[in-house]
């Protein structure tokens, strides 16, 4: 490399660095503290099962096939959410009409079983 491709390669090196030294970190305390999440970041499925009245719009609408409605008698169901299979897209909480399943803004649940993952909710009698 020659004394003028040095030169340049400085001269937009020092002031780059120096810019950089001056700003903000970007990067996150992760391991060390608390992971900030966005507020539009759509994370656990929740389900409340007393707003439910198991009209299964949530099921069919799924494109991940995540939900599944089971019917006991005409006002006895259980709706199971599948977490491994789900692809957070909001849809069933969209077409929700009595806002039942809200995406909070949590991480999902990690397990290493993929029967720890799958959840019911029963509609109280």
Known sequence: MDNTSRSHSLVYLLPELWRTLR????????????????????????????????????????????????????????????CDRCAFCGQCEAVCRTGAIVLTNEFAPAAADRNALREEFSKPS
């Not at 996150?28 to 656990?44: A, I, T």
């Not at 009245?53 to 959410?81: Q, T, W, Y």
């Open 23 to 82: 700003t903000r970190r970007i990067t996150v305390r992760f391991p060390f503290g608390p992971l900030e999440l966005p507020s539009y970041f759509r994370g656990r499925v929740t389900v409340d099962p007393a707003l439910c009245n198991g009209c299964g719009l949530c099921v069919r609408d799924c494109p991940a096939a995540a939900l599944e409605l089971e019917r006991e008698s005409r006002d006895e169901f259980r709706l199971i959410f599948y």
